[in-house]
């Protein structure tokens, strides 16, 4: 099969257009916290050559479905899809259901292991779902990689391969790091670039969004949209968000991550967890608030006011967002209720025999710790209460009865002891 002949040729010169005001109000919400947009200057033509002809630009997001839940951290590219999505765009939310099998190897240090056809599904099955907590369902194309990527077939993409030099894949910071260190890239790795380019000539992009260390897959967008004849889509970075440690990257598997499914009382407790200067880290990438009101806030704080208030608005802002009005006002009685030592309302309550037992081992199993060990940890530190009262002795033996444990400030279980 030629995959040259299989896309529409659309590089055909463009004329310089005027830049309307409605053009540069647009062009500065998309701007609105990115990392970079290329090439500005272009995508401000595409813009005025959507309003002029009342064409919608067709702007890509492409996830793979490496895990079963999204997180804060991916509300920031989707919140600047819905942004564009509410300015009339037409935005294709791409499924790498293909790609997922080859596994992305943007910042990793070694291959990632490629999941299996049965955990991309499950994993996808909820990928869009909760997308629609962001973005508009009914104005949402939604799309999957192998619709396009599977009929390719071996001769596709040899071909497709030959239209990129090893040279130029290798100037990508991890593989050169991992080749100057030996240690191995499979072959697989080097076309994971090229698919999701390949995506973006299939889609006939126009704009396509990614976190900072998707810049050198995008740019393979933009080359081979050239190659296949289309006219180069512009490419919108954004930053990736930190973790409620303030250092990583925000990631499940760091355990510094806010899920947009989790209860609204989670998220509000981890979002004030977060340092008060962090705060406006947050408040710059997840906020709907107009960049005014943050400032005005800034001078608040600057200017003597709690931190904590600013803070308060931001984790309700956020609550509302994914749960209601309702659950956010309740996140926040409930948040004020720990900070005075009270037990919350919707706490587990779990059953267990063998009294008396030893209060590691009653932790463990209430699952309140990992293990005996970090629970006896904990007795150390302090962190253990029963029924409002600390625990100092790590040999203590629990009688029968009911009782409410608790272990830091946010894990809680009413425990029945027979």
């Given at each position: 099969m030629d995959t040259s002949k299989t896309l529409q040729n659309n590089?055909?010169?463009?004329?310089?257009?005027?830049?309307?005001?409605?053009?540069?109000?647009?062009?500065?919400?998309?701007?609105?916290?990115?990392?970079?947009?290329?090439?500005?200057?272009?995508?401000?033509?595409?813009?005025?050559?959507?309003?002029?002809?009342?064409?919608?630009?067709?702007?890509?997001?492409?996830?793979?479905?490496?895990?079963?839940?999204?997180?804060?951290?991916?509300?920031?590219?989707?919140?600047?899809?819905?942004?564009?999505?509410?300015?009339?765009?037409?935005?294709?939310?791409?499924?790498?259901?293909?790609?997922?099998?080859?596994?992305?190897?943007?910042?990793?240090?070694?291959?990632?292991?490629?999941?299996?056809?049965?955990?991309?599904?499950?994993?996808?099955?909820?990928?869009?779902?909760?997308?629609?907590?962001?973005?508009?369902?009914?104005?949402t194309e939604i799309r999957y990689?192998?619709?396009?990527?599977?009929?390719?077939?071996?001769?596709?993409?040899?071909?497709?391969?030959?239209?990129?030099?090893?040279?130029?894949i290798l100037e990508r910071e991890d593989f050169t790091k991992r080749f100057k260190a030996g240690t191995p890239i499979s072959v697989h790795e080097l076309l994971y670039p090229l698919m999701q380019g390949y995506d973006s000539v299939a889609l006939q992009s126009d704009l396509e969004l990614g976190g900072t260390d998707q810049k050198f897959n995008l740019l393979v967008g933009r080359e081979l949209q050239k190659d296949y004849g289309q006219e180069p889509q512009c490419i919108l970075t954004m930053p990736l968000l930190e973790g409620l440690d303030g250092v990583e990257k925000m990631s499940k598997s760091k355990g510094n991550y806010v899920g947009i499914t989790e209860p609204g009382n989670t998220m509000f407790a981890k979002l004030m967890s977060i340092s008060d200067t962090m705060m406006w880290r947050y408040y710059e990438l997840l906020s709907f608030r107009s960049l005014d009101e943050i400032a005005a806030f800034r001078k608040e704080v600057e200017g003597?006011?709690?931190?904590?208030?600013?803070?308060?608005?931001?984790?309700?802002?956020?609550?509302?967002?994914?749960?209601?009005?309702?659950?956010?006002?309740?996140?926040?009685?409930?948040f004020n209720n720990r900070a005075k030592g009270g037990i919350p309302d919707d706490i587990p309550e779990v059953s267990l025999s063998g009294a008396p037992l030893g209060i590691g081992q009653l932790l463990k199993q209430a699952n309140l710790c990992a293990s005996t060990s970090e629970a006896l940890r904990m007795v150390e530190q302090g962190g253990v209460r029963i029924d409002g009262d600390t625990v100092s002795d790590k040999g203590l033996k629990v009688e029968a009865g009911t009782f409410v444990l608790q272990v830091g400030k946010r894990k809680f279980a009413r425990v029945t002891l027979a």
């Open positions: 590089n055909t010169p463009q004329q310089s257009l005027p830049l309307s005001d409605s053009v540069m109000e647009t062009l500065a919400i998309a701007k609105r916290g990115v990392d970079e947009l290329l090439i500005e200057s272009e995508f401000a033509q595409k813009l005025a050559r959507s309003e002029q002809t009342g064409k919608p630009l067709r702007i890509k997001l492409g996830l793979d479905p490496t895990a079963p839940d999204l997180h804060l951290g991916h509300t920031v590219v989707l919140n600047k899809m819905r942004q564009l999505q509410d300015l009339g765009h037409t935005v294709i939310f791409l499924i790498g259901d293909f790609t997922s099998m080859i596994g992305d190897p943007s910042g990793r240090n070694v291959t990632r292991p490629p999941l299996t056809r049965e955990q991309i599904e499950e994993n996808a099955k909820t990928y869009f779902a909760q997308a629609s907590l962001v973005l508009d369902p009914a104005r990689n192998s619709e396009w990527c599977d009929p390719l077939g071996a001769r596709g993409m040899i071909q497709l391969s030959a239209k990129y030099t090893v040279a130029r003597g006011r709690n931190p904590r208030d600013v803070k308060v608005l931001l984790a309700q802002e956020i609550v509302t967002r994914f749960h209601s009005k309702q659950a956010a006002e309740d996140a926040l009685a409930d």
